[in-house]
C-alpha cells in the first residue's frame, strides 16, 4: 500500500495524524452504459473518421449511481472461472520498467505475462498475447481511461481473432477451450483516481449486452456495450499497486456468464490536486 503521511500541528506536538492518499472500501460513482439508437439501427462506431454524412456513431449513453465495492483482504472470494475476473498479488517485480517503447513491452514483458496466464487460468497450456495497450492520466495522451462501461470482444468478434491471429489451426482450436483475457495492471504506482470497476460475470444476464460494429477503414470488428440491470454487482481494487494484476475475461468458448464488463471510473473521494497515479498497462 502506497500512503501519504499528513502532520497535524496540536497541543501535544508529539501525536500526528496520518491519512491514506488511497480511498478504501465501498463508494457509488457514476457509470456510462449504453442507450439504444432511437431508430432501433443496428449500433455502430467509426474508430477514426465517418464517411462524410456519417455520425461517428449512432448510439449513446445512459449514466446510472452504482455501489463499486472494494475486494481488497477479499481477493481470493473471486475466481475467472466463476465472476471471469481475478486479483493477483505478489507478482514479481517486471524486467520492464518504463513502458514507453513497444519492442521492449514485447520482448520484456509479454513472456512475464504468458506465464501468469498460465500459472492463473486454470487448463491453460497455450498462450497466444496478440495487443496491449498502455493508457496514461495524461490530458495529452495518445490513450486515456475509457470511462464507458464494455467487454472488449463478442463471440463473433473473440472466434475472428482465432482465425485472424491462427489462421492455419483456427477450426481445430475452436472445437476446443478458447479464452480471451485481458492483464490489467498499473505502470507507476498504486491507483489512487480513475480506477477499474468491473461487474461479477454471474450479475450480468446476456441480454444486458449488446455488439457493438467497430468499423476501420479495412475491417469491421465488435466488442460488447452493455445496458444497466437490476441486481449487478461491480467491484473494484483499491489501490492496486505495480505488484498486483487484474485477470479479466472477455471471452470462454466453455460455460455461461464467462465475461466480465469493466470500464475504468472517477472516485469522488479522490482529492483534487493530489497526486494520483493512473498510469495503466492492458493486453
Given at each position: 500500500m502506497t500512503t501519504q503521511t499528513q502532520t497535524q500541528t496540536t497541543p501535544h506536538p508529539t501525536k500526528v495524524i496520518a491519512t491514506s492518499a488511497i480511498p478504501r472500501g465501498p463508494v457509488t460513482s457514476?457509470?456510462?452504459?449504453?442507450q439504444p439508437p432511437a431508430?432501433?439501427?443496428r449500433p455502430y462506431n467509426y474508430v477514426e473518421a465517418p464517411p462524410e454524412g456519417q455520425l461517428p456513431r449512432n448510439y449513446s449513453d445512459t449514466f446510472v449511481d452504482v455501489t463499486i465495492n472494494d475486494v481488497r483482504g477479499r481477493e481470493t472470494d473471486f475466481h475467472i472461472d466463476v465472476n471471469a475476473f481475478a486479483a493477483l498479488k505478489d507478482v514479481p517485480e517486471s524486467a520492464e520498467h518504463d513502458f514507453q517503447d513497444d519492442a521492449s513491452i514485447q520482448a520484456k514483458y509479454y513472456p512475464e505475462v504468458e506465464k501468469l496466464l498460465l500459472d492463473n487460468a486454470p487448463g491453460s497450456k497455450r498462450i497466444l498475447i496478440f495487443d496491449h495497450t498502455v493508457r496514461r492520466a495524461d490530458p495529452n495522451a495518445k490513450r486515456a481511461p475509457v470511462t464507458k462501461?464494455?467487454?472488449?470482444?463478442?463471440?463473433?468478434?473473440?472466434?475472428?481473432?482465432?482465425?485472424?491471429?491462427?489462421?492455419?489451426?483456427?477450426?481445430e482450436l475452436l472445437k476446443g477451450r478458447v479464452r480471451l483475457i485481458n492483464v490489467w495492471?498499473?505502470?507507476?504506482?498504486?491507483?489512487?483516481?480513475?480506477?477499474?470497476?468491473?461487474?461479477?460475470?454471474?450479475?450480468?444476464?446476456?441480454?444486458?449486452?449488446?455488439?457493438?460494429?467497430?468499423?476501420?477503414?479495412?475491417?469491421?470488428?465488435?466488442?460488447?456495450?452493455?445496458?444497466p440491470t437490476e441486481g449487478q454487482r461491480w467491484h473494484y481494487?483499491?489501490?492496486?499497486?505495480?505488484?498486483?494484476?487484474?485477470?479479466?475475461?472477455?471471452?470462454?468458448?466453455?460455460?455461461?456468464?464467462?465475461?466480465?464488463?469493466?470500464?475504468?471510473?472517477?472516485?469522488?473521494?479522490?482529492?483534487?490536486?493530489?497526486?494520483?497515479?493512473?498510469?495503466?498497462?492492458?493486453?
Open positions: 457514476t457509470l456510462n452504459f449504453y431508430d432501433g439501427s462501461v464494455h467487454i472488449d470482444q463478442t463471440t463473433k468478434s473473440a472466434e475472428a481473432r482465432v482465425r485472424f491471429h491462427l489462421p492455419n489451426e483456427a477450426e495492471r498499473p505502470i507507476n504506482g498504486a491507483v489512487e483516481s480513475s480506477p477499474l470497476a468491473f461487474a461479477d460475470s454471474t450479475s450480468i444476464p446476456d441480454d444486458a449486452l449488446v455488439g457493438i460494429e467497430h468499423r476501420y477503414p479495412d475491417r469491421t470488428g465488435e466488442t460488447a456495450a452493455v445496458k481494487w483499491s489501490g492496486i499497486d505495480n505488484n498486483e494484476r487484474i485477470l479479466l475475461q472477455c471471452y470462454d468458448s466453455h460455460g455461461n456468464h464467462a465475461r466480465v464488463p469493466h470500464t475504468a471510473f472517477v472516485d469522488p473521494r479522490s482529492t483534487a490536486g493530489r497526486h494520483c497515479s493512473s498510469d495503466e498497462l492492458e493486453g
